[in-house]
């Protein structure tokens, strides 16, 4: 099993920044692609950034390029999503998610292991 628990979310204004922290524990999760993700409610939840950890390429949705930034502590299974500019349609419940396969995909429904979600605000 691996655990998976967010946090850092919050209220801001836009334009301002937050840091996203996910703690991985359980299996090595060495092979596994991680990634994250958002949800508001009434729409499907949305990927963000994901990463292979053997790999160093970083797959970045459109609508976060150059205000986002994903990176890993290697010894302590520790995520960060460094989130800048923020705007008010990055309004979200952010998920961090695992899945057990080293390449990367955009589609939820491929990651089997979910934290429970921080919710992040920008007002306007």
């Known amino acids: 099993q691996v655990q998976l628990v967010e946090s850092g979310g919050g209220l801001v204004q836009a334009g301002g920044s937050l840091r996203l922290t996910c703690a991985a524990s359980?299996?090595?999760?060495?092979?596994?692609?991680m990634g994250w993700f958002r949800q508001v409610p009434g729409k499907e939840r949305e990927f963000v950034v994901g990463?292979?950890?053997?790999?160093?390429?970083?797959l970045y949705a459109d609508a976060v390029k150059g205000r986002f930034t994903f990176s890993r502590m290697n010894n302590n299974n520790t995520l960060y999503l460094q989130m800048n500019s923020l705007k008010p349609e990055d309004t979200a419940v952010y998920f961090c998610?695992?899945?057990?396969?080293?390449?990367?995909?955009?589609?939820?429904?491929?990651?089997?292991?979910w934290g429970q979600g921080t919710q992040v605000t920008v007002s306007s």
């Open positions: 359980g299996r090595n999760l060495t092979p596994y692609a």
């Open positions: 990463k292979n950890w053997r790999e160093s390429s970083l």
């Open positions: 998610a695992a899945r057990t396969s080293v390449e990367v995909t955009t589609s939820p429904s491929t990651y089997r292991f």
